[in-house]
């Protein structure tokens, strides 16, 4: 029996539906449910799955929307209840048991203690101190990249700005050839657009051929690790040893998926929201072109601004009660950190972006067991960026609209056209 809808249900629309965010996540909606009930129901639409057998139309029911900056933050810390494992961690239901296994090899979609093993693996990689120690190169890869988009011509910084320096930081610290950033790209598009007719376009097939040649230039890189280790992250995974003994293939393929996949579409995405952003506020992108020490700040409130994954599924696994509201065991559960992140109750004028925001205690990298491991890479990269692109910001201009990306999971731009030219 589905539950109660509450006075906050949907009348049109839905936040779940991918289209809902071609113009923009609904901030309208999510501000009315805060107002009426942090936590309510979501009736989900019909989702159009393709593949070589025809068209299937998903079936979906609905679920419980967490909009609530409190209410995200203690449903986050409560693994043991609001499991990740249980139906995994994406809005939409696994459609097999194979399907939700899969699910299940992702570090998202794991609850401690499996969680909690699998993640030392990486977590050394990506501590404060050893991002520091890459600033350089990352700086460098900045410079070259400022330098080719402010010559003058127009640029999709989508394209020649956001994705460039995540990809290439990413090559860096895989020990992967840089012209090979293009296929880390085109998989990630693929996986996290799957609902966007521009890239997955709904197409299960396009969805597990990205698997399967991902996962064979990750064995492809392991095997050349195992003969020859270097001082580079997949040599680290390939060497490995948690509790005795190395990661299996399938550990090992879906760990690397997941920092190919993250490690350069929410960084993309910040530093893309970020222009956009500037490029409608001449008078923020001047003060940041003049208090270039402000750029720490700003990114941060980027990231409460943008919010590039702007939620996470959970499912209850006994009966619980969030923000007064009572839920079953089995109850989907939708963390919404984009909406947290506007919170009246915890932003001072939340609608308002403010470059030296604080406190800003936003949770765009979550919360909890599953904060991002690479929220201080994604810091520096954004800040060193924005360091070098700062005595250029005055010079911001579009010369086209932007063009969103139909997703009800990452708040993202496909294209920003903008030029930096003189006058």
């Known amino acids: 029996m589905s539950p109660q809808l509450t006075r906050a249900a949907a009348v049109t629309g839905s936040l779940a539906d991918p289209a809902t965010y071609l113009d923009g996540p609904p901030f309208a909606e999510f501000a009315r449910r805060r107002r009426e009930a942090p936590v309510s129901w979501v009736a989900e639409v019909p989702l159009r799955r393709h593949s070589a057998r025809g068209t299937v139309v998903q079936r979906v029911g609905g679920y419980w929307a967490v909009t609530g900056h409190v209410a995200v933050v203690a449903a986050s810390r409560r693994p043991e209840v609001f499991s990740s494992a ?11 048991r194979a399907d939700l296994e899969r699910s299940r090899q992702l570090l998202v979609g794991m609850d401690p203690p499996a969680h909690t093993r699998l993640r030392r693996v990486v977590t050394a990689a990506f501590t404060a101190p050893v991002v520091r120690g ?3 190169a990352i700086a460098e890869h900045a410079r070259q990249i400022v330098r080719r988009a402010t010559a003058g011509q127009p640029v999709d910084a989508v394209a020649e700005v956001a994705a460039e320096l995540p990809l290439l930081v990413l090559a860096d610290l895989l020990g992967i050839p840089r012209e090979d950033r293009g296929l880390f790209l085109r998989w990630s598009n693929n996986l996290v657009g799957f609902d966007d007719p521009a890239f997955g376009g709904g197409d299960v097939e396009v969805f597990k051929q990205t698997f399967v040649e991902a996962f064979g230039y990750a064995l492809t890189a392991a095997k050349a690790r195992r003969r020859d280790p270097g001082d580079d992250l997949v040599s680290r995974l390939v060497t490995a040893e948690v509790d005795g003994r190395r990661l299996t293939e399938s550990e090992y393929c ?3 998926l997941l920092l190919v ?4 579409e929410t960084t993309r995405h910040l530093i893309s929201g970020g222009l956009d952003l500037l490029a409608d506020r001449p008078d923020l992108a001047d003060r940041l072109a003049r208090q270039p020490d402000l750029v720490p700040t700003a990114v941060d409130e980027m990231l409460r601004w943008t919010t590039p994954i702007m939620q996470f599924r959970r499912t209850a696994v006994v009966d619980t009660e969030l923000a007064g509201q009572r839920i079953r065991a089995g109850d989907k559960v939708v963390l919404y ?3 947290a992140n506007r919170d009246e109750s915890v932003f001072d004028r939340p609608e308002t972006f403010l470059l030296d925001r604080s406190p800003n205690p936003h949770i765009a990298f979550g919360v909890g067991p599953h904060f991002c491991l690479g929220s201080h890479l994604a810091r520096v990269e954004a800040a060193v960026l924005f360091e070098e692109l700062a005595p250029h ?9 932007a063009v969103r990306l139909e997703s009800n999971f990452m708040n993202g731009l496909k294209q920003l056209p903008v030029t930096f030219a003189a006058g």
């Not at 249980?86 to 097999?96: H, I, K, M, Q, V």
């Not at 996949?261 to 350069?264: C, H, I, S």
Request: aromatic fraction near 10%; proline fraction near 6%.
């Open 254 to 256: 879906h760990l690397w």
């Open 393 to 401: 910001l005055r010079r911001l201009r579009r010369t086209g609209p």
């Open 337 to 339: 950190y984009i909406s």
């Open 134 to 136: 890459m600033r350089a």
């Open 261 to 264: 996949v993250a490690g350069n």
């Open 86 to 96: 249980e139906r995994g961690a994406f809005l939409a239901d696994p459609t097999s």
